[in-house]
């Protein structure tokens, strides 16, 4: 399968026939398919809506922030004060690093990827999930840790938290 400049999958005339054959129809406006012929006259005389690979003008960083500028969670926790609900959960004696740490994820526009993490532990906790306890370098961040999305106080460890954030 190929893929456009900003990694979206682009479909095939065979691909788009097996969504059809295996009932996917209600999928097929969510893709992007290479305008071709038979995909043409697919879109054309049936009640499909397809997506037509178009070399949209723009820059590859400029895609990468119209996407992160809405992430799928609910309007409360786009709205939640993400760093003072840290700053709650944080110790006195390490909230020098949780500063430290927050500082780079507000310099790197990252606070609602922090909100949709809380959002997505929250949803873990509520439907009674289990999740990992930590992997890679992800269990560097106290941040991480305060929030639920790992099990490793990278603090109690001496870890590194630029490990994460490099």
Not at 32 to 59: P, W
Not at 132 to 138: A, I, K, P, Y
Request: glycine share 4%.
């Amino acid at each position: 399968m190929q893929s456009d400049k900003y990694g979206n999958p682009i479909f095939q005339d065979n691909d788009i026939i097996d969504l059809i054959y295996k009932g996917h129809i209600d999928q097929l406006d969510q893709i992007i398919v290479n305008e071709t012929v038979g995909i043409k006259q697919l879109a054309e005389y049936s009640e499909i809506n397809l997506k037509l690979n178009q070399n949209f003008d723009i820059e590859v960083a400029d895609f990468d922030k119209i996407c992160q500028s809405d992430w799928f969670m609910p309007e409360e926790y786009k709205k939640l004060d993400i760093e003072e609900i840290l700053v709650t959960l944080c110790p006195k004696e390490n909230y020098q690093r949780l500063i430290e740490e927050l500082e780079e994820f507000r310099e790197r526009n990252m606070l609602d990827l922090l909100r949709v993490l809380k959002y997505t532990v929250d949803t873990l906790k509520t439907n009674s999930i289990v999740w990992g306890v930590g992997r890679g370098s992800s269990v560097a961040s106290y941040v991480l840790f305060l929030l639920g999305v790992h099990k490793i106080d990278s603090v109690k460890y001496n870890l590194d938290w630029r490990e994460f954030l490099r």
